[in-house]
């Protein structure tokens, strides 16, 4: 079946760095477009980032551009979100997702997501 299992997340203070990381099983990656969404204590599911199969597209929410880059492998069927300069408000459950669309309008949104991973924890302290 179909995995995708996100590492990574951790506690860092403000202005550092962490690199997340989602590696996929039971699909072949390239056929996915992949995202990174997150949500906050007492927010909203946020769109993060998103890349397209081969990785020459990229798309990331306002909240964190300039901040942060998303990157993938699609040989070894992971794909990273690189964050820096990271803010408290940046704090949230991290969720990598596969989207078979085509069509990259549909890309910012959760719901044309087939998989998802279970999510991993960033916590940034002030």
Same mark, same amino acid.
């Given at each position: 079946?179909?995995?995708?299992?996100?590492?990574?997340?951790?506690?860092?203070?403000?202005?550092?760095?962490?690199?997340?990381?989602?590696?996929?099983?039971?699909l072949?990656?390239?056929?996915?477009?992949?995202?990174?969404?997150? #949500?906050?204590?007492?927010k &909203?599911?946020?769109?993060? %980032? @998103?890349? *397209? +199969?081969?990785?020459?597209?990229?798309? /990331?929410?306002?909240?964190?551009?300039?901040?942060?880059?998303?990157?993938?492998d699609?040989?070894?069927?992971?794909?990273?979100?690189?964050?820096?300069?990271? #803010?408290?408000?940046?704090? &949230?459950?991290?969720?990598? %997702? @596969?989207? *078979? +669309?085509?069509?990259?309008?549909?890309? /910012?949104?959760?719901?044309?997501?087939?998989?998802?991973?279970?999510?991993?924890?960033?916590?940034?302290?002030?």
């Amino acid at each position: 079946q179909v995995q995708l299992v996100e590492s990574g997340g951790g506690l860092v203070q403000a202005g550092g760095s962490l690199r997340l990381s989602c590696a996929a099983s039971g699909l072949t990656l390239s056929m996915y477009a992949m995202g990174w969404f997150r #949500k906050g204590p007492g927010k &909203a599911r946020e769109f993060v %980032a @998103a890349i *397209s +199969r081969s990785g020459d597209t990229v798309y /990331f929410g306002d909240s964190v551009k300039g901040r942060f880059t998303i990157s993938r492998d699609n040989a070894k069927n992971t794909v990273h979100l690189q964050m820096n300069s990271l #803010k408290p408000e940046d704090t &949230a459950v991290y969720y990598c %997702a @596969a989207n *078979s +669309r085509y069509s990259s309008s549909t890309w /910012f949104n959760a719901d044309t997501y087939a998989y998802w991973g279970q999510g991993t924890q960033v916590t940034v302290s002030s």
